[in-house]
């Protein structure tokens, strides 16, 4: 519950945006697997802060320093924790906050629960910065899953409304090589327009949200179970917290509602001796259980709450309203640095489910 | 993991279409609650085979046999445990599924993860009918919670396409009492289109799925948290639980990925000394937390893959590609079913959560 | 959690001593496996009520009956349940325990947490019957471990003081041929003298309790881990699960307290090529991982609670002291029947040990 | 499983003896909680390095860093989480312990769980110094707890089997004050003989082990459950989770299991209108559910493994036996330095149970 997630690893991630540091605990990981430092940097990197126009303008190295679990290049058995310092923090963009909540943040929910003991700085534990520590554990999972053939991307589906080409990537032989760029879209132009929308959005105090698309090859079948064990439920749990997401759909999700039976089942083929489906609506799962075909969800994120156009708010102290235009340094649209959390929180979930394989 | 769920309380189903019985242990319940046996039954009623021409022409009394836990009709304590005897199977119906997998089925999948040692008769542990003993647990826990003044209830939103009217169930005020029929839609017109095109799917041997929208009403502000702990993973953990489910999303969910953040947002009011939202975009959720604004979901439900018209599968011994027409009693949409079950998922997950409340 | 156990499987048991019935239901176990169907009756015999001079009088046939996760003598992946109907209940000898808590039992205590809403029948939830389930659950996990080349045998150390020869069970070696036996000790007379003390408490309206010794060969080494994950507190865990256990030692255990660290070590030799240890003082656990030595451990029980003759409670409801003799059917010791117990809790916490072996 | 630990809390436990540091994580605890800090590094100071003759050379402040969940003297409903930074580390000290592990330590069981990947140096994960981060989240729980009116105090029973005055602390009213000192023993005398038995140890290259008791009060009725619920399995599986623990027994425990019933069971009184009990053999638990008795429970520590006299190992390059003597900085007696390790898993586990409470 809260901050701690899995089933055979545990994985424990805390702090506030604000505080000294924010960090991580992954509990439960075999010993010996090798973890490369470089590449989890960069891998860091795609969701540090600081990343053009249309990032917010605070920038944090973001670089994990292991104090746990990890000697000389190798897992040791025991729980891995690293941890991020935090550097570039402005508190007082925020004192008002706990008087006067934003819409559509955590601010009025987390007064409840925590009854006005939360730290309101920076947005505490409910930051977008705690997803640094998510993909400290989900870069590292990624990477022992590729060690394992598995492979995880995603990318842009759409951002604001605006649509990368209408025939997303392919469900059934996925290309990554086509998304693997800074800013993962297939058609540049549609890019451009994205950046352009987000620009505006900036400009005008507004934010826009859009969808992610994740997939995963070489998933094995047989992975997941019937009821509370199946695959989508264990994704959309962690994919649920990502500040932000609203949506989670696998496959045809959404759209497969409106479908036939005859067209929304896979027909089943043999390929190279292999049992492969024509289709791929399930996105690799059926009764909760992988099909060995590539594993695909997409996900929604909500326009960026902080925004510095006036919003109605409530005084809680008078118990009045209250306009409010939010300050400090906020992204006009996170989609662009949710792409690799939302890869990271896959990769935790399928490697938890790795780990419990019998 | 597998058919267990829970933090606080435990719930454990069990059994096969086609077995002796199926059945559920719903363990961690207070003593002392009280438990109507008769709205229990008239809940299951809901959810029962033989409902009319657009189910199965399986008939089965789903009527739960407690053998533990309740006491003269108070919660003892000790875990509940409840039993439904399965009577009307017809398992030779299945003989051919072991080496020729249903396309969009769990045949494949589970023949890969079970070894080929998986109960196929109706789809054993896989079928809808365990939808039954998730009904018990549910209708429970929807007692309990309406007990404290929360309500929970589902509607149709569309079928096949065809949707009810276009302003659904309001999500400021939602007025139960316009969905509390047979078939749960506000528009009778469109109910009756929503009929006839399940009518035309079943002439067809085709099938359809459909749209769901749960909505609970009077759940208090400061439930659930940030990250792991969040209601949206832990209601879309449950709800993918539910067989068929392929999407589950949240307020304006995935429409609200293409709004601004000035239009996604819900601007806070004042109303009788508390505070509300102009508009629930958020179904009554922020960083994980309710608000104290209605909970609003949508559920996606695949069309049902048992169909009677020719698909392509494999035989799994041959390795060869073999026809298949699926015999056997289905319902041509479990949509219409699948609603009471969307209340009991929520009810279980939201009782769950009510009792680890701090 | 109350009821239920496991990390990888999951246990749920259910049921009240003079409900309609009790079981279990055991999730997470793969499919597969062979179960043996008279060989687990044989289990569940010698727990069975009705062995003898000191055993209780009422008789029960305890044969589960298997309503899920069982096709043709395989699991087949679905959650494994079992129920055990009663048949032999005489409610009436309880009625007035509710205001009258029995000295050494739950009476009280339960009257507390449940608030008055508990099951006093037969002890309710708390009776030793509920070892009957615990007993199918872990005869099925005894054969799989047998299938793994790991047994587990119980036997008894000592009943009210009276003690089976000085030096027990070989830790190194043990040849549980010796203890295989309807009245499990190794000196006949020693047992013999442990039936009079039997008898005799009877005699007298008193009861007994005593120790077991629980031995399980063939465990590989490097299974647990250290802290929280150790396979002390897990076995402890389940072993005080069994009612009347009031402790749990491993290897030397509170003995080994009084020794110098020279004496306790096990010193280190190669036998065929293998690493052993010349002693198992540690019972074959080092920092709560498993060394390939035997595990060993003792589980102290108390003399039964219910005893005939007169003791001193208190009248709940008019909360004046108020002599008790309690009546009912009751063993003046438990001990010989919780042998079989103790192996099963052992076998359940091993079995799913292994399950998460990575 | 491995580090983490909690039901309704959730503690991880991080670090090696010679990393570069060591800390915990605890998730689920409420916001608005007074922590005072001097008080728990009083506490701390009770369990660290450097006591005086009875123990290790190695000198550690021990100061803990908070880094998350604590604002202004008060939890804010964050995970808490704080760190320990190692400075005094003398790695090559254990240079030699791959090869040849040292008898009743958990070098060769962790050489066979992690093949080889473990941290050695100093013990790695496995070291005492990790009780260091556990008296950090117990240090913590204990203050709340205190709070609430339940108090619990650690004290030693016996070293080298040398014990403390035959009627060690009353279970019915205990005074806490007669052993809160420095060396908590009841009778000075004792103490200096316990003092003399282990300098004699250190003299020899040996080591001692002994007993603790602990002693819960103001504990309310009702708290825990009958089965995997129940206090004692809780109790324990914390405990035997601190390193060197192998036994735990409850109220008269080993020794009752000698007695008659009509001597063990604790008769019920009435005193200032409340319901107690005139013995307190059950240590305060009944059916797995507190009695409002002070909860007793001993724990067995077995002597040191580390001893410079020389044992038997094995090479397990060459797997040959070879002679070991240990080097390294080790406690003669790790007793004393455990009764505060102690009181912190029970007060860890008991505010678990009360976050749980229904």
């Known amino acids: 519950m809260s901050s701690t997630y899995g089933e055979h690893l545990k994985l424990s991630i805390f702090g506030q945006s604000h505080g000294p540091s924010i960090g991580m605990v992954l509990d439960g990981i075999p010993a010996g697997l090798k973890v490369d430092m470089l590449q989890l940097q960069q891998f860091m990197d795609r969701r540090a802060p600081g990343q053009g126009e249309y990032a917010t303008a605070r920038k944090e190295a973001d670089a994990p320093e292991f104090i746990s679990g990890v000697v000389d290049g190798y897992t040791c058995g025991a729980p891995i924790a690293a941890i991020i310092h935090n550097k570039n923090t402005r508190s007082s963009d925020y004192d008002n906050l706990k008087s006067c909540p934003r819409p559509g943040h955590a601010d009025y929910a987390a007064q409840i629960k925590y009854n006005g003991f939360q730290d309101c700085a920076g947005g505490g534990h409910f930051s977008g910065r705690l997803t640094a520590p998510l993909c400290i554990a989900g870069g590292l999972c990624k990477q022992w899953l590729a060690q394992q053939g598995i492979d995880i991307a995603a990318h842009i589906v759409s951002i604001g409304g605006i649509a990368d080409d209408p025939v997303y990537l392919d469900w059934i032989k996925p290309d990554f090589s086509i998304i693997q760029k800074d800013f993962p879209v297939i058609n540049p132009q549609a890019g451009q327009l994205m950046r352009q929308k987000i620009a505006q959005a900036k400009a005008d105090g507004d934010s826009v949200g859009g969808l992610i698309e994740c997939i995963a090859t070489g998933v094995p079948a047989g992975l997941g179970g019937p009821l509370f064990g199946g695959m989508e439920g264990k994704l959309a749990h962690i994919l649920y917290g990502i500040p932000a997401v609203k949506g989670v759909d696998f496959g045809s999700g959404f759209t497969g509602s409106y479908l036939l ?78 792409v690799p959390v939302v890869e990271a929180a896959v990769a935790i979930a399928l490697y938890d489910t790795m780990l419990g394989k019998i």
Chains 1, 2, 3, 4 share one sequence.
């Open 261 to 338: 039976g005859s067209e929304n089942n896979d027909q089943y083929a043999i390929e190279d001796g292999k049992i492969v489906t024509l289709t791929n609506n399930s996105g690799g799962i059926l009764g909760g259980i992988t099909t060995g075909m590539p594993l695909v969800m997409q996900i929604a994120v909500k326009p960026t709450p902080s925004i510095a156009k006036q919003q109605q708010s409530v005084n809680l102290n008078t118990m009045t309203v209250q306009p409010l235009c939010v300050q400090g340094r906020h992204d006009p649209c996170i989609v662009p640095r949710a």
